[in-house]
Nanobody
Framework: QVQLVESGGGEVQTGDSLRLSCTASLPGDILSVNAMSWHRQILLGNQRALVASWYSGDFTDVADSVKGRITIARGDVENSVVLQMDNLKSEDTAEYFC??????????????WGQGVQVTVSS
């Protein structure tokens, strides 16, 4: 069973930094981890927007809207990623979700989601 554990959310002031971590626990039938990513959702029911992605091969990509303030990197723990958010703005307030893109040994490729962590930026 795939499980994602997210941490690091909270309430901060404008201009502050936050570091979100996501660690995946994976079953034994995994062929490959293709990518891990962070998404955010501003309001319940709204579509989640991609913030940043880490791809196998150690490539990363960050949404244009947050470039220069937010970075993603592989974590120290296997199957983990860290989202570093600096110079936070009120518009960064959202629920942040971690996702992992996996290919199982059955060749089934699937994306799994974490429960989400709240980030609130106050002015």
């Amino acid at each position: 069973q795939v499980q994602l554990v997210e941490s690091g959310g909270g309430e901060v002031q404008t201009g502050d930094s936050l570091r979100l971590s996501c660690t995946a626990s994976l079953p034994g039938d995994i062929l490959s981890v293709n990518a891990m990513s962070w998404h955010r959702q501003i309001l319940l029911g709204n579509q989640r927007a991609l913030v940043a992605s880490w791809y196998s091969g150690d490539f990363t990509d960050v949404a244009d809207s947050v470039k220069g303030r937010i970075t993603i990197a592989r974590g120290d723990v296997e199957n983990s990623v860290v989202l570093q958010m600096d110079n936070l703005k009120s518009e960064d307030t959202a629920e942040y979700f971690c996702a992992i893109d996996i290919t199982h040994e059955s060749c089934l490729r699937k994306v799994y989601w974490g429960q989400g962590v709240q980030v609130t930026v106050s002015s």
